[in-house]
Structures are given as C-alpha cells and as structure tokens.
C-alpha cells in the first residue's frame, strides 16, 4: 500500500515505499511485487502529463504553474531520492553520455508517455511553440 496525501494546492505527494498496512479510503493501491521503475512506468503510462518531483522543489511549482496557465493540470508525484534513479531518461541522452553517471532531471515531466526533460526542457518546448500541440495531441488541451 501507499500513501496518497495533499503536500498543498493540486499537489499530491504519493509514497511509493511498500507497507503492510490495511487499505483505507486515503490509500492507493499498488502491486507489493511491483518495482519502483515499473511503478514509474505504469504512473507514466496511466496519465497523460505527469510530473515527477522531489518534496518541496520550487522547478516542480515553475512547471506546474506553466501548465494550469496553458489550462492542463498535470499529475505530480513526489519521489525519494532512490526512486528518481528509476525515471527514464530524456529522448536526447545519447549513447556517448553513458560513460557519465546519469542522474535524471528532478523534476521530470511526461507528456504522453515520453519524457520532456525537466523545466529547461518544457520552457523550451513552450517558447518554441511545440507545447501546446503535443498537449493536444495527448488530448489534455482543447482549442
């Protein structure tokens, strides 16, 4: 089981830590026998534009406050350290960059199940024009 709480606003913290305690209504089930990637993975799959954070991380509200702006309201979901080694990398990490420890942004966001990067990235993406047609096309913003 694990634990669903309100951190503050539209952001919700979810422990992603194995307990045996007994369901209750402020609980989310998850599979006991599932990992941390393959839980991140599931996360990613299931919402459209998901955010990835570590607890408390200012770039987490930046990127938040850039998407209710837009009209999406992303999924956040905060994470352990040990868990953000689990998130997949950015599409641009290349083969050469594997030599180099690769620690993955914190805050990441997904949008339709393919990691945008962290806030540079979805800043970029914005500035560029190509955001809100990706949202679009996930089917989180109407015109």
Do not use: Y
């Amino acid at each position: 089981m694990q634990g669903l709480r309100s951190c503050s606003n539209d952001i919700f913290s979810l422990d992603l830590s194995i307990t045996s305690a007994t369901p209750s209504a402020s609980s989310l089930s998850i599979d006991v026998a599932e990992s941390a990637e393959d839980r991140i993975r599931r996360l990613i799959s299931e919402h459209p534009v998901i955010i990835f954070s570590r607890s408390s991380c200012c770039m987490c509200h930046v990127m938040k406050r850039l998407l209710v702006n837009i009209g999406v309201h992303p999924t956040v979901i905060e994470l352990d350290d040990d868990e953000i080694a689990a998130l997949p990398p950015p599409p641009h990490d290349t083969e050469a960059d594997s030599d180099s420890p690769r620690t993955p942004p914190a805050p990441s966001v997904f949008i339709g199940g393919t990691c945008v990067g962290g806030l540079e990235s979805l800043v970029a993406l914005h500035l560029s024009g190509h955001l809100a047609p990706k949202l679009r096309e996930v089917g989180v913003l109407w015109e």
